[in-house]
């Protein structure tokens, strides 16, 4: 099973600015890597898949890089809107399917 | 637009059984390969179930296997989680998801369902 790991738990960025979040692999997943944004009470959207491609509909602010085992996640003029729990998730060797254990996005 | 709404959750005794439901409306659903997934309350997500287009093929994640039976009907739209044998650990919010083809990429998701295993 593909272990995926993000950092940090949690980070508290202010309006406006940009947050970088991390995820790692235990092993290669190439580029098939996808992020997701979870709000409470509310179902995950997909906003990245393969690494690197916006998911319909999502705003240029988000933006993903790597392959291979690193990956990143960067939301740039951070809006209100943004403030959540981030999920990266490895698709390349599966079953099982995983997810990292997630970043919180806090306002500071 | 996509919607999967699902049902079925409730509360329940372990070593009891539930049936999830999850109607999907908005696309034409047998392309699609479905997956359960889940969260339990304070944690992270969890994929559970995939089932093919056709529901050729399953799977599972380990802690579910030989409990849970995911299946699907695509003359009525629907995804369904059968699910035995409960455990307290099995208490999770469950999300019905459509995937991007049958690629691991999880395009749409439901509001998910609560499921509680307690005496």
């Known amino acids: 099973e593909i272990v995926m790991t993000q950092s940090p738990a949690t980070l508290s960025v202010s309006p406006g600015e940009t947050a970088t979040l991390s995820c790692r692999a235990s092993e290669s997943v190439s580029g098939n890597l996808a992020w997701y944004q979870h709000k409470p009470g509310q179902a995950p959207r997909v906003l990245i898949h393969?690494?690197?491609t916006r998911a319909t509909g999502i705003p240029a602010r988000f933006s993903g890089t790597g392959s291979g085992t690193e990956f990143t996640l960067t939301i740039s003029s951070l809006q209100s809107e943004d403030f959540a729990v981030y999920y990266c998730?490895?698709?390349?060797?599966?079953?099982?399917?995983?997810f990292g254990q997630g970043t919180r996005l806090d306002i500071k | 637009q996509v919607q999967l709404v699902e049902s079925g959750g409730g509360v329940v005794q372990p070593g009891g059984s539930l049936r999830l439901s999850c109607a999907a409306s908005?696309?034409?659903?047998?392309?699609?390969?479905m997956h359960w997934t889940r969260q339990v309350p304070g944690k992270g997500l969890q994929w559970v179930a995939f089932?093919?287009?056709?529901?050729?093929?399953?799977y599972y994640v380990e802690s579910v296997k030989g409990r849970f039976t995911i299946s699907r009907d695509n003359s009525k739209n629907m995804l369904y989680l059968q699910m035995n044998s409960l455990r307290g650990e099995d208490t999770a919010v469950y999300y019905c998801?459509?995937?991007?083809?049958?690629?691991?990429?999880?395009?749409?998701w439901g509001q998910g369902t609560l499921v509680t295993v307690s005496s």
């Open positions: 089932i093919s287009k056709d529901g050729s093929n399953k």
């Open positions: 998730q490895q698709y390349n060797n599966w079953p099982p399917i995983t």
């Open positions: 998801v459509k995937d991007h083809g049958s690629s691991g990429i999880f395009d749409s």
């Open positions: 393969g690494a690197s």
């Open positions: 908005g696309f034409t659903f047998s392309p699609y390969a």
